[in-house]
């Protein structure tokens, strides 16, 4: 009886705590993460490995994120195998709902290169916090 005592009280204050820590999805974590420590991710892109054949056409829709903290990682995206391409991300601000920034999305050479490979684009928009007590 102790036992199950302890455990209780101890399950129910964790569970108070929990409830005062906010929920982040990994995309507003990796996105913090990243404007946070400024970290340039061009000498640890991973290659992408050619193997699938270069002549094939798609059957459905294939949706690929860039984020542009990746930089030049779309020199080796296999464009033969996304239909669309969604450059993340143009940050919202909860006030005003005008950009905060739109990380080059004008100017990334991304988009170009999508674009010249006939892959549709697309911008994701974020809007991560202050906007629990908005419509």
Known sequence: MKKNLVLFLFLSTNIMF???????SIHAE???YYKEHQV????LQQQIVPGIASGCTLEKIVFGY?????????LNYQWNLL???CYFSYEIDPASGAP??????L???????????DVRTHLCATLFSEHGDRC
């Open 100 to 105: 905060i920034t739109i990380h080059d999305w």
């Open 30 to 32: 990796e996105s913090g």
């Open 40 to 43: 340039e991710i061009s000498a």
């Open 18 to 24: 929990a409830q005062d820590i906010p929920f982040r």
């Open 83 to 85: 239909s669309d391409l």
């Open 66 to 74: 860039h984020p542009y903290w990746i930089g030049n990682a779309y």
């Open 107 to 117: 100017t990334d050479p991304a988009i170009d290169s999508a674009q010249s490979n």
